[in-house]
């Protein structure tokens, strides 16, 4: 329950910080192509969590995901107004008696994974909001709980930009798994990302 209590907590953040931003407090002009060229570089650094519990829902019992260290960080390098190469990497665990696909473990299992993305980002297409960043991503990955399995992936997230430099990212993955059925824990999931994010 804490689990979810926190995500819910995170999600109100993000909205008020993004609520509170409105265009006329804003210094510069994230749709001009200056900004790309002067700040192609972000780095993001915060939590995750992860799910796997043999649905094929996203939002499935969320308060069961896992939330043990979970630390997230990425850097990413936007090449043009719309497109970015993002690397991350995500640390997390699972513990004694939490549940993979149906089953509860008897030990403590480590999660990492290291994931690369090519990003496409829409919001401009759909509305001029300087201080919203929504995009779409593709990718693939490597990720270990109890042993090593490679993933191709699906993201969708957005920044919430609090100031010129400084953003709050929300982003949901989808992880499908190579030879998913012949892996016990080493299979499909979900994951989710909320970082703050710092153009340099």
Same mark, same amino acid.
């Given at each position: 329950m804490r689990n979810l209590v926190l995500f819910l907590f995170l999600v109100s953040l993000v909205t008020f910080s993004g609520q509170s931003q409105t265009t006329s407090d804003t210094e510069y002009d994230t749709s001009s192509e200056s900004d790309?060229?002067? &700040?192609?570089?972000?780095?993001?650094?915060?939590?995750?969590?992860?799910?796997?519990?043999?649905?094929?829902?996203?939002? #499935?019992r969320l308060d069961e995901f896992q939330f043990r260290n979970p630390l997230a960080l990425a850097v990413e390098h936007k090449w043009s107004k719309y497109f970015a190469i993002e690397q991350d990497l995500t640390l997390n665990g699972y513990?004694?008696?939490n549940e993979i696909d149906g089953g509860s473990l008897k030990e403590d299992y480590f999660y990492i &994974?290291?994931?690369?993305?090519?990003?496409?980002?829409?919001?401009?297409?759909?509305?001029?909001?300087?201080?919203?960043?929504?995009? #779409?991503?593709?990718?693939f990955g490597v990720f270990s709980v109890n042993?090593?399995? &490679?993933?191709?992936?699906? #993201?969708?997230?957005?920044?919430?930009?609090?100031?010129?430099?400084?953003?709050?990212?929300?982003?949901?993955?989808?992880?499908? #798994?190579?030879?998913?059925?012949d892996r016990q824990f080493d299979n499909n999931h979900f994951q989710y990302v909320v970082q703050a994010v710092f153009k340099l």
């Open positions: 790309y060229i002067d &700040s192609p570089w972000k780095i993001s650094v915060g939590v995750n969590a992860v799910g796997s519990l043999g649905t094929r829902q996203p939002f #499935a513990e004694v008696k &994974s290291t994931n690369t993305y090519i990003k496409y980002y829409f919001s401009d297409a759909l509305f001029t909001l300087e201080w919203l960043d929504l995009y #779409a991503g593709a990718g042993e090593l399995n &490679s993933s191709g992936n699906l #993201a969708l997230g957005g920044t919430v930009w609090i100031s010129e430099k400084i953003g709050i990212r929300i982003q949901g993955i989808g992880k499908f #798994a190579v030879n998913a059925k």
